[in-house]
């Protein structure tokens, strides 16, 4: 069974910064692109951060490009988001999700997502 | 950024009904298009994908079409726990982009 369980949220004021993780098992983790996703309080979904299987290549949203970083240890199955500079509107569920398939080079579908961690920016 | 915008924003319907969603992308995005349901206080759940590929374990009572700019996700013979809000999402190009999301209630 796919799992995806995330950890590291809680409160943090602004300019703070704080590391998520997210421990995968069920399948091979170094085989598939990973993502992260954010819901605001009361509002939609935001794409964050996607890293390629072997870690090498990352992408972000403008809203977070220099001050978060994403990366993975294949061998301990485990995606990290490295969260500096934040901000109120950072305000959010973070959620980590798989890609549906391992085939390079095709298209982003997430088909297993976390439960979601809060990570709640404020003074 | 491709943007994409769903109508309604806000939908009432009745269980059996068939109800359909519209997604708009902002430039032409092939099929590159997702559905997906959420529930309160859980994860997004992947519905179609590829614009009309019906997601493994997901009721046939789910479909999807379109591509280039304009996509829909029908549900046809409401059942009382599809009531959630649904999202498309473009994976064309980055950065990933979602809809404003459609809320689905009970009339």
């Known amino acids: 069974e796919v799992q995806l369980v995330e950890s590291g949220g809680g409160l943090v004021q602004p300019g703070g910064s704080l590391r998520l993780s997210c421990a995968a098992s069920g399948f091979t983790f170094s085989s598939y692109v990973m993502t992260w996703v954010r819901q605001g309080p009361g509002k939609g979904l935001e794409w964050v951060s996607l890293?390629?299987?072997?870690?090498?290549?990352?992408f972000y949203a403008d809203s977070v490009r220099g001050r978060f970083t994403i990366s993975r240890d294949n061998s301990k199955n485990t995606v990290y988001l490295q969260m500096n500079s934040l901000r109120v509107e950072d305000t959010a569920v973070y959620y980590c999700?798989?890609?549906?398939?391992?085939?390079?080079?095709?298209?982003?579908?997430?088909?297993?997502w976390g439960q979601g961690i809060l990570v709640t920016v404020s003074s | 950024d491709i943007q994409l915008t769903q109508s309604p924003s806000f939908l009432s319907a009745s269980v059996e009904d068939r109800v359909t969603i519209t997604c708009r992308a902002s430039q032409g995005i092939s099929s590159s298009l997702a559905w997906y349901q959420q529930k309160p206080g859980k994860a997004p759940k992947l519905l179609i994908y590829?614009?009309?590929t019906l997601q493994s374990g997901v009721p046939s009572r789910f479909s999807g079409s379109g591509s280039g700019t304009e996509f829909t996700l029908t549900i046809s013979g409401l059942q009382p726990e599809d009531f959630a809000t649904y999202y498309c999402q473009q994976v064309n190009s980055y950065p990933i982009t979602f809809g404003q999301g459609t809320r689905l209630e009970i009339k």
């Open positions: 590829a614009a009309s």
């Open positions: 999700a798989k890609r549906l398939t391992a085939v390079p080079s095709t298209p982003n579908y997430f088909d297993y």
């Open positions: 890293i390629s299987d072997s870690g090498d290549t990352a």
